[in-house]
């Protein structure tokens, strides 16, 4: 599954924040300038961030797991991390 998002964050703090987040649930697989994997039992997510039209990050979620899977939970609820990084009132919600 691929999830996105778009946030005013620098890329820098989102790939900073995607390790923070992952880290401690799964396992490093690949370090790039704008791109983290992390794969673990439960499957493989990568991160990947874009600087998009100087104003805005597009940040990119995929996994390789069917919708709805404890991994696809994981990476929603990173993106809604994300989105309270930014806005510190959004109130992170939901069961995943």
């Known amino acids: 599954m691929k999830y996105f998002h778009r946030t005013p964050l620098a890329p820098d703090t989102v790939v900073r924040h995607a390790t923070e987040f992952f880290a401690p649930r799964l396992s490093p697989a690949e370090e790039g300038t704008r791109r983290r994997r992390f794969a ?20 990119t979620v995929e996994t390789n797991q069917v919708g709805e899977s404890e991994l696809d939970k994981l990476a929603k609820r990173f993106l809604a991390t994300v989105h309270a990084l930014d806005d510190p009132t959004h109130a992170v919600r939901g069961a995943y």
């Open 40 to 59: 673990g039992p439960i499957g493989q997510v990568t991160v990947s961030v874009v600087a998009e039209g100087g104003h805005y990050t597009l940040v």
